[in-house]
């Protein structure tokens, strides 16, 4: 052996890798997560994510608290979409106490699951476009964002951690301003949504990044738990709001939009797709919009009419009994499942008669499906992960609970 | 209880052809509202689990989600684990229950038939202090590393009581 073949295999026996922290607090990861990754160059060659940053023993902290006073909670898993959450749990809950929720308030809650998950794909597909560099649909079409917030403000008096609706249909009947916004929404958006698409969806650059970024099989994405717009860019059609419906989602036609290659353009092409499909329940919902009660006829566990509290001795025991957690709640474990922004998100509950849960044990679909960044960036460049990451619409809150 | 016909059916089918299969290893069988749930015998569980994922005529291909059960009164079967599997092609969902005792909380891993049990495993290691024996990697996910206990046994309270910072002598909470 010459001695130039002898240094050259020694230098590529000493390849020296970098590690680098990719988080906890960078802006490009949206959230709080680290990666630790091993580089070769700009080469992803290993990944180690740890997660629970924000962790809050959200399931030990339900283990502690009065029905009512867990939805409050479930506003924290996916805070992009929390009405989704409060409603997915109040359905749980009367799946426990087998309470049949009127017509008008099933329907006013499918208005805002689907002006939620509006919200939660804009705030995705708006940052897919960022993350390539396309600002100005991000800025631009977040406005609407906004919007829903302010239909959600009208509803329920909160923007963002909503508490919306209470168990046993809402707490109150949309008001005249409501539907009022709702209407002016409803012409606005699909304008806004275009236009947006037109920006982005055919834009070279754009379509140069996110073609192939992180792409999973359909074998690979169900092994992981995929579930959500996530699966459906992998080209499998599971959508809870169609495998098992829950309020009333079999009253209404829409598609559900899937992908082929299960990468970062499909997954946003998947959620563009599904705000027209949102648009359009919504649409029908306003349009079939029956009349009648807006909650249950409950009184265990709807809160009387102040009014009635003053005046009446049987709303105010209700009242003394829901607000102190005195309510007798059936024995039983309860599985329900709503479609959140990312996936299935489900309940496990576990009553044993108390006034608190036995057992509450949340399905995260970002938690599930997290666990399969490292096999999908491995190989990739650095740039592709961080696309492949904000496609992924990993929400901390959800991720960590 | 709100149970439809389908799930009867489902529950009977599973029930006959676990019970043909693995004469010993159910336990017990109810219906809890849509569910169909199945408790197994420990030892058994790895196989009637592969069995329900393999075979053609139950093909539970996907895992939905797994869940800790502490009863710290059920002598020898203080622990348990709660599974979910589901078969998208008919959409058919059952769920299972293994317990074990507060003695020897080995349950077998189920990371080398689904991935995505990788993470739920270590989330109810790291709250409820199960050992999942073939997990590639059991280490705490969400708490902190240094933590010595595992917080959702019953035992814990919700807050340390010696916790000086959150003095509500005045006021109750």
Known sequence: ?401 | MVSNEMTIQLKEKIETLLKEKFPNAVLNVSVEYDFPVFEIEKNAMLDVITFLKNAPETGFGFLTTMAGLHYPDNADKEFGMMYQLHKLETNERIRLKVFTSKNDLKIPSLTHLWPTANWMERQEYDFFGFNFTGHPNLVRILNMDEMNYFPLRKEYPLEDGSRDDKNDKMFGR
Request: glycine letters at 8%; hydrophobic letters at 35%.
């Open chain 1, 1 to 401: 052996m010459t001695k130039q073949a002898e240094s050259n295999q020694t230098t590529e026996s000493e390849k020296v890798y970098n590690i680098i922290n990719l988080g906890p607090t960078h802006p490009a990861t949206h959230g709080i997560f680290q990666n630790i990754l091993k580089m070769d160059g700009e080469i992803i060659m290993d990944a180690e994510p740890t997660v629970g940053y924000i962790h809050r023993a959200f399931e030990k902290i339900a283990e502690h608290r009065p029905y009512n006073q867990i939805t409050p909670l479930t506003d924290r898993l996916n805070y992009c979409s929390s009405p989704i959450n409060n409603m997915g749990w109040h359905m749980t809950v009367e799946k426990l106490i087998g309470c049949e929720v009127p017509k008008r308030a099933q329907y006013m809650r499918v208005i805002i699951m689907e002006l939620s998950r509006i919200a939660d794909h804009v705030i995705c597909t708006t940052i897919i476009g960022q993350d390539t560099g396309a600002t100005t649909g991000f800025l631009y079409f977040f406005q609407m964002r906004e919007k829903i917030y302010e239909i959600f403000e009208e509803i329920c008096g909160a923007r963002l951690t909503t508490n919306i609706g209470r168990i046993g249909g809402m707490e109150r009947d949309f008001s005249e301003t409501a539907w009022k916004k709702l209407d002016i929404f409803m012409k606005e958006f699909p304008e806004y949504l275009s236009e947006f698409q037109n920006l982005i969806e055919r834009n070279r650059i754009f379509m140069d990044r996110t073609i192939d970024c992180g792409p999973i099989s359909a074998e690979r994405a169900l092994a992981y738990g995929f579930t959500g717009p996530n699966l459906r860019a992998a080209g499998v059609d599971y959508d809870i709001r169609v495998a098992m419906p829950y309020s009333s989602y079999e009253d209404f036609e829409f598609n559900i939009p899937v992908g082929q290659n299960g990468d970062t353009y499909d997954r946003f092409m998947v959620r563009i797709q599904e705000m027209w499909e949102s648009l359009s329940i919504i649409r029908q919902a306003v349009e079939k919009m029956p009349e009648g009660p807006f909650h249950a006829d409950v009184p265990e566990f709807y809160l009387p009419n102040k009014e009635d509290v003053y005046s009446k001795m049987e709303a105010l025991i209700f009242h003394f009994k829901i607000v102190m957690g005195e309510t007798d709640v059936p024995k039983g474990e309860v599985y329900h499942s709503v479609e959140g922004g990312n996936g299935e998100l489900g309940f496990y509950l576990v009553s044993d008669g108390g006034r608190a849960p036995y057992r509450l044990h949340f399905r995260r679909p970002c938690f599930i499906y997290y666990q399969a960044y490292p096999e999908m960036i491995i190989n990739g460049l650095l740039s592709d992960a961080i696309l492949t990451l904000s496609s992924l619409n990993v929400i901390a809150g959800e991720l960590d609970a």
